[in-house]
């Protein structure tokens, strides 16, 4: 059996609907909210045809955003850039040069 005999229609659209009435009642947004973060989708998509450095620019603050206030959220103390960035594999101080 490959790919193309499999319908995944039914059951992707049921997950699809399931999803939407999840994040419909988790936590829904205030419209202004949602109106600012579908121009900002708007503007991304139409600065990435354009200048898609700029868009990626635009995407790290965004990230830097997301993870600032998700932090806020939950109560976790602030991070500096150097332990944000070490836990990660490859992103730790360079190693020392013989």
């Given amino acids: 059996m490959c790919e193309a005999d499999v319908d995944l229609g039914g059951p992707l659209a049921d ?51 997301a993870a600032r206030v998700g932090r806020e959220v939950v109560g976790a103390p602030p991070r500096t850039e150097f332990r944000s960035r070490w836990w990660l594999p490859g992103w730790g101080p360079p190693a020392p040069r013989p």
């Fill in 15 to 65: 997950w699809n609907a399931h999803l939407s009435l999840v994040r419909d009642k988790a936590a829904p947004l205030p419209e202004s909210l949602a109106a600012l973060l579908v121009e900002v989708a708007e503007q991304l998509t139409a600065t990435t045809a354009d200048v898609p450095l700029a868009a990626l620019r635009a995407v790290g603050v965004l990230e830097r955003i």
